[in-house]
């Protein structure tokens, strides 16, 4: 039986539409595992999560300069901060810091699997959600 594959476009849209942004707050760990593994695993070489209005938030995920998918979804503005703060601490970044860039690398090792990522959080001028924050998969 021939084994059918997906093209790289259809699993990020599909990773996209699965990804959730809510939820219980002690599971922030499980989900920034979750949201790193499975974007290393379709192939996103970058997820951008950019505050819009309203608290919502664009996810755009990108294979190096073309976007795979692109979608707007709600979120809680506590959840939010504490996802932020998830990858801060990941990366060795100052947590209470949000008016500056910031930048680093964070070695994880998720489900067997060594991941590098670069966790870049770029200020906003929201005062609901005052970072951007953009996730780059290094090398792997």
């Known amino acids: 039986m021939k084994k059918i594959v997906q093209p790289k476009r259809a699993l990020a849209r599909k990773f996209g539409r699965d990804l959730v942004l809510s939820g219980n707050i002690s ?31 664009r996810v755009i995920g990108t294979d190096g300069y073309i976007p795979l998918f692109s979608l707007v979804k709600p979120v809680d503005t506590l959840w939010m901060r504490n996802l932020i703060t998830r990858f801060k601490m990941m990366a ?8 500056r860039f910031q930048t680093g690398v964070a070695h994880q090792k998720l489900y067997g699997a060594a991941i590098t ?10 005062t609901d959600f005052p970072q951007e924050l953009v996730v780059g998969f290094l090398g792997n």
């Open 27 to 57: 599971g922030i760990i499980g989900n920034v595992d979750h949201i790193i593994f499975n974007a290393a695993k379709v192939g996103l070489m970058v997820i951008r999560l950019v505050p819009i209005k309203d608290r919502k938030f």
């Open 92 to 99: 060795n970044l100052s947590i209470a810091e949000q008016r």
């Open 117 to 126: 990522i670069q966790v870049v959080l770029i200020p906003t001028g929201n």
